[in-house]
């Protein structure tokens, strides 16, 4: 039985390459997450532990990690600083050789020479402060910075900016533009221009306290030298007994490992992300397996029933079929976990050129992880989906050998009803997780929901494949092979609703993500319209951790512009009120904040703001139990507590809400330079007037830039459409299986109906006719798949949308123009999935085809 079984599997290799084909991109995702992943861990590993090579003690505030200070729910945000004198308690420690005070933040933007600031897209942007060459650093080109007015920058930040020794260079920080002269340029040990891709600008030390940390005479860190015959660890038990709890002491070594679980924990977040679409993408591939040996089980009908007549038992025959799964498992995992290594490896060393610049990769390693997963992962699939045909396959009667058709089509009563009970439960869950019921399951909830959503559905299309397909063949009209198309593909509504199932899933996810960024962005549109009043907008884009900002001085200038009336100037900042973590904003002007906003007071007024004074949304003031005469103490990042009495309760909006504090506030948030302002015109100004005006305003400010309220709104969604970019591509796979599926179905088909094929032809149906009647077929099939999609996307989004509502979500929208797109790229998905099985139908011998069994 075995022998027989693996000779049929060999006989049908089409069969066997597309079938496997589904199972190996499945698993090459999964693979090649593993891959990538770990080849990205250990790099930064050993970048980590390379940096910190050198150090053998290093001393900083409590409550801050190597990789800066912590950010957790009820912590505080901004760089902790460490007193100077702190340096000279370390320095008298028995034991240390030298102790030397640091100064290094991520923050300092430099423009580069063609007056942009020089992005950085993930690694962090330092200014720190100069404290000569070392094992680590390498100067190439001149000397380090002695005078206020110099800095000195890596080797791949002067490169990324164009400038050279000698230049006069524009730097951002905490505080507005400052022009300093570059006299130096460094590397890093092992000829490395970066480290890790982060950009460096070295200050002297007083200036890198003034315009990194807010203040004077404090580090951010002491490294510290051990002495001859002092080991690292003793070090650091002499230093921490001497400074107790108020700091955190930790040998080079310690510091290494932590930075490097500290990657690894944001690797883990995007390894689940990319498993997440290589589970849709294998998802998709168990419809395509399941589809395949459904039609394999039907055309071998009379070969397995003879097998039944001479002695093979039900056993055998499931057997058979499972161990036909088997090898295409075992196949399939082999070549996809091969791909999946190539395509991690692949991504890594992109990741190394483009996102980290510099990062120089650690040596090939498959991991084990890697392996267990793709033959975990390929064989679990491939033999899920043949239970169903395997035991389909051991209920054919012996009888059926001497029947000339075997296969009849069963009913749809069962599995419709199936469907019903599936689709039903896995909505009520969705709904419910949408609602936030389940707590901290609420995640797996609706992925849950939407598992057996997908199921459901499927389990229906049959049902509705007949009478959607009859619909959108009628498009036809009286064309001949689209006519037949259409019948062929309503005929057998179960393979049909299978393979259209497939590509229903891909299209329903891409679809119900568009749905809800649609949503948002004529939401937030809506909402902007609505609530704003301002006619002008300052702000730009953040892509780091502090945003863009601009010199108050602006804000004055501003006002001065003809045809400006109010000037509404806004600084946020975290900190905790009454002990819970909160965001803070401070307001520059009371009456352009009501002008701009028009805000409802619900309680006390909004008329004017006092030193001492706060107001907070009425959502806010409910949860924390306060409202007007309250006192609230206030302890922003780089303050001490300052209480506040509470003025005014207004009515919450997606544009304003929270503590608002009086503009003073400002000097003690994480950075003092305005966020955004808001301009409103005087009667008869326009804005072709005075934005041009205002933009002169903002010539030493590049991060941002003065717009009008249509440039506000596609500021504030210009992210949703590389969202839905992303998510289009990561689901392109998923998308590809299908596509495979239906050119499997049909090549199957056309095997299946050979002789019905070579009996059209014998009555005059020509090569080209038998072309479009294939075509035709892959193309209702395809369609009707991404239409079905499409209204299971349309579902979950607008589920989703629901359950937001108090997010911000207030106006459904459906992407019109992305849903056109769908059901084009459906028909020629559509067209491509039906060349070869066309191709094969119109190359069929006609003589041969009539005599075929």
């Known amino acids: 039985m075995l022998r027989a079984t693996l000779k049929s599997l060999l006989a049908r290799k089409l069969r066997l390459t597309l079938s496997a084909l589904a199972v190996v991109l499945g698993v ?17 590993d050993d970048l980590f532990r390379g940096i910190y090579s050198t150090v053998d003690v290093q001393v900083g505030a409590a409550g801050q990690s190597a990789g800066g200070p912590d950010d957790e729910e009820g912590g505080m945000v901004g760089q902790r600083s460490i007193p100077m004198s702190t340096l000279a308690e370390v320095t008298s420690v028995p034991g240390v050789a030298k102790a030397v005070g640091e100064v290094g933040a991520d923050g300092a933007r430099v423009i580069g020479s063609d007056g942009k600031v020089v992005n950085s897209f993930g690694p962090p942007r330092i200014g720190e402060s100069w404290t000569g060459e070392n094992e680590l650093v390498k100067l190439r080109e001149g000397r380090g910075p002695t005078a206020d007015n110099e800095i000195a920058v890596n080797a791949d930040l002067a490169a990324k900016a164009g400038i050279k020794v000698g230049d006069q260079v524009g730097v951002l920080t905490r505080e507005p533009k400052q022009v300093f002269t570059l006299v130096g340029i460094y590397g890093y040990s092992g000829g490395r221009d970066t480290l890790g891709g982060s950009q460096s600008v070295s200050f002297t030390e007083p200036v890198a306290q003034k315009l990194m940390l807010g203040e004077q005479g404090v580090y951010t860190s002491i490294t510290v030298t051990a002495a001859d015959g002092t080991t690292p660890a003793a070090l650091r038990d002499a230093i921490a007994a001497k400074l107790g709890p108020k700091y955190s002491v930790k040998t080079g070594e310690e510091l290494g490992a932590e930075a490097a679980a500290a990657f690894a924990s944001v690797l883990d977040i995007f390894n689940n992300v990319l498993l997440g679409f290589a589970g849709v993408a294998l998802f998709v591939g168990t419809f395509l397996i399941l589809n395949t040996f459904s039609i394999v089980v039907a055309q071998r009908t009379k070969e397995l029933a003879l097998m039944r007549a001479v ?54 390693n498959l991991p084990l992880s890697a392996v267990i997963s793709s033959f975990a992962v390929g064989l679990v699939v491939t033999m899920a989906a043949a239970v169903m045909p395997a035991l389909r396959a051991s209920r054919i009667p012996p009888m059926a050998a001497l029947q000339e058709v075997a296969t009849p089509d069963r009913p749809l009563t069962k599995i419709s009803i199936a469907g019903a009970v599936v689709m039903a439960a896995g909505g009520t869950v969705l709904g419910i997780g949408f609602a936030g019921k389940f707590g901290d399951d609420t995640l797996w909830a609706v992925l849950g929901g939407a598992l057996a959503t997908f199921l459901g559905v499927a389990l229906l299309t049959p049902l509705i494949s007949r009478p959607v397909v009859a619909a959108l063949g009628r498009l036809t009209g009286t064309w001949l092979p689209g006519k037949l198309g259409r019948r062929n593909a309503g005929r057998n509504p179960r393979r049909t609703g299978i393979t259209a199932a497939a590509l229903m899933i891909g299209v329903a996810l891409v679809t119900s993500v568009g749905v809800v960024l649609e949503s948002a962005t004529v939401s937030f549109t809506k909402t902007t319209e609505d609530t704003v009043h301002a006619q002008l907008y300052i702000g730009g884009d953040q892509n780091g951790p502090l945003p863009p900002t601009f010199d108050a001085a602006v804000l004055e200038k501003a006002k001065t512009v003809p045809g400006i009336g109010q000037v509404l100037g806004v600084w946020y900042g975290g900190g905790e009120v009454d002990g819970e973590r909160e965001g803070l904003a401070a307001i520059s002007d009371v009456a352009a904040l009501k002008t701009v906003f028009d805000l409802a007071v619900t309680e006390g007024s909004l008329d004017a703001l006092g030193e001492k004074q706060a107001f907070v949304d009425d959502r806010t003031a409910t949860a924390a139990g306060v409202h007007v005469g309250s006192p609230i103490t206030v302890v922003t990042t780089r303050g001490e507590p300052v209480t506040y009495t ?34 409103t015109l005087l009667p008869g100004a326009t804005v072709a007037q005075t934005l041009p005006l205002v933009k002169q305003l903002l010539v030493d400010s590049p991060e941002v830039t003065a717009v009008d309220r249509a440039g506000m709104i596609q500021q504030e969604t210009g992210d949703i459409g590389t969202m839905l970019s992303m998510v289009q591509i990561l689901l392109s796979l998923a998308i590809l299986i299908a596509a495979l599926g239906i050119m499997n179905t049909l090549a199957l088909s056309v095997l299946e109906r050979t002789r019905e094929l070579g009996l059209l032809r014998a009555v005059g149906l020509s090569r080209l006719q038998s072309t479009g009647m294939i075509t035709a077929e892959a193309v209702l099939i395809s369609v009707f798949g991404a239409l079905l999609g499409m209204g299971v996307g349309i579902g979950l989004g607008a589920a989703a949308v629901r359950a937001f509502k108090d997010d911000g979500f207030s106006t459904f929208a459906l992407p019109w123009d992305q849903l056109g797109v769908y059901v084009g790229l459906a028909a020629v998905i559509g067209v491509i999935a039906g060349v070869v099985p066309s191709i094969r139908a119109a190359r069929i011998n006609v003589l041969g085809a009539i005599a075929h069994d």
């Open 28 to 44: 090459m995702f999964v693979s090649g997450s593993f891959v990538l992943t770990d080849t990205l861990s250990r790099s930064f």
């Open 311 to 364: 002695g093979a038992s039900r056993r055998q025959m499931i057997g058979s079929v499972l161990t036909e799964a088997v090898a295409i498992g075992l196949i399939a995992s082999v070549l996809g976990l091969a791909a999946g290594f190539g395509v991690g490896r692949l991504m890594a060393y992109l990741f190394g050129e483009y996102g980290a610049d510099g990062l120089e990769l650690a040596g090939v």
């Open 646 to 679: 509470v003025a005014g309760v207004y009515t919450a909006t997606e544009y304003v809400n929270g503590y608002l504090l009086p503009s003073a506030a400002r000097s003690s948030f994480d950075t003092a330079q305005p966020r955004e302002a808001y301009l």
